[in-house]
């Protein structure tokens, strides 16, 4: 059929696990647009859901780190960190190990891929699922990309590999929505947890507006560091929600530095349905 | 800084630091995501230390827990914070330790977790 919903989201483990300790508002404001992300989601009628993510040494490690996979299971379990800690309980996630190989063989044809058949999903991908599909009923197909340890691929690949899954989602039957979710600014786990960069912060939700690829994948890793804090190098996924949705416009429906969460939470969507 | 001195350091054994910090990272990334082996650590600690390539001060970081200076040592925040919550530290506490780490041990030796200031409190 084809990709049928494109956004991006914020998976800080703080929004869960250190929930209460947020300002009311701020955390009922961030609350109401994941729902109507949800909601969104759930207008598009999707088969599946990829989730282009930034795990954190969940299952990947600098033994064998690639620097893209995808999850090619019928299942997968998640969190995989303490229930209690970030506050999500274990569950079993659907997949859909058929619709995953159609979608690598096709997404293979321009970029190289891995592909990992046991993945179990840490908070980068258990927190955007708390929030948007909290049944666990949707078919999941998980994406990484490293984000934890240079060498990483450079922003302008990230951007290509959200093009070819696109042109894979739009290559099978199913319906197919899709988020990127990390970043954007933060200095997360550190002693400098809660310092976020707002105006960096504003300035690449700006460009992921305009999908400007140009200006998306301009930085370089030295300045991501620099002005975005370590945390920072996760706009890959960002940019690749933006490859994904090449041609289309997006909206940052939320946009809040919320330091106790560690980073500027964001919920955002691209309008597909306009780029026709 | 180059991104590469940054993982690396500045010291001039900075690529044996850098082959000993990743055993360290080694041993909690499999630790977090292993009960069985957090298991056996708990029950024979010196056994599981044997089978990683660790200096004595890495050793002792680890035993502890010094989890300032594994902070220190340049242990990536994504392992380590949940190596401090294997050990009961409360959010706060980790922070704290962190910071503790960095006012005995001075700064972080490698790795991309520096801290840079501007935290909250």
């Known amino acids: 059929m084809s990709l049928v919903f494109a956004g991006i989201c914020s998976h800080a483990p703080g929004m869960t696990g250190r929930a209460e300790r947020a300002d009311p508002a701020q955390r009922a404001a961030l609350g109401e647009n994941f729902a109507r992300m949800r909601r969104a989601i759930e207008a598009a009628r999707p088969d599946a859901l990829v989730v282009i993510a930034a795990e954190h040494f969940g299952n990947f490690f600098m033994n064998n780190m690639p620097a893209f996979a995808i999850g090619m299971a019928d299942y997968y379990e998640g969190p995989i960190e303490d229930e209690k800690w970030l506050a999500v309980k274990r569950h079993r996630v659907p997949g859909n190990r058929d619709l995953s190989r159609r979608l690598i063989d096709a997404a293979m044809q321009e970029v190289d891929l891995s592909y990992a058949e046991e993945w179990r999903f840490d908070h980068g991908i258990m927190v955007p699922l708390h929030f948007l599909t909290p049944n666990y009923d949707l078919p999941v197909v998980p994406v990484n990309i490293n984000c934890q340890c240079p060498p990483m691929a450079p922003l302008h690949r990230t951007y290509v590999l959200g093009q070819a899954l696109r042109r894979a989602c739009d290559a099978v039957d199913e319906r197919v929505a899709l988020i990127g979710t990390g970043g954007i600014s933060h200095w997360p786990a550190t002693p400098d947890s809660g310092r976020i960069n707002e105006a960096w912060d504003r300035e690449f939700l700006a460009r992921w507006e305009r999908n400007d690829r140009a200006a998306l994948t301009a930085y370089t890793d030295e300045e991501i560091y620099r002005d975005g804090g370590q945390g920072g190098f996760e706009i890959r996924t960002l940019i690749a929600a933006a490859g994904a949705a090449a041609g289309a416009k997006g909206r940052i429906w939320y946009y809040q530095p919320i330091p106790i969460f560690a980073v500027g939470c964001v919920v955002g969507v691209m309008d597909l349905a306009a780029a026709g | ?121």
């Open chain 2, 1 to 121: 800084m180059p991104l590469a001195a940054c993982v690396q350091g500045k010291d001039p054994r900075s690529i044996l630091i850098a082959m000993s910090l990743y055993y360290v990272q080694k041993l909690i990334y499999q630790l977090n995501r292993e009960p069985a082996l957090r298991e056996e650590f708990r029950r024979d600690r010196d056994r599981v230390l044997a089978a990683y390539d660790l200096t004595p001060e890495e050793i002792a970081a680890i035993a502890g827990p010094d989890i300032g200076l594994l902070y220190v040592l340049g242990v990536n925040g994504q392992l380590l914070m949940h190596y401090a919550a294997m050990h009961g530290y409360e959010w706060n506490q980790y922070l704290h330790a962190m910071r503790e780490g960095v006012k005995r041990h001075g700064p972080v030796r490698a790795g991309l977790y520096a801290m840079v200031g501007g935290g909250i409190a």
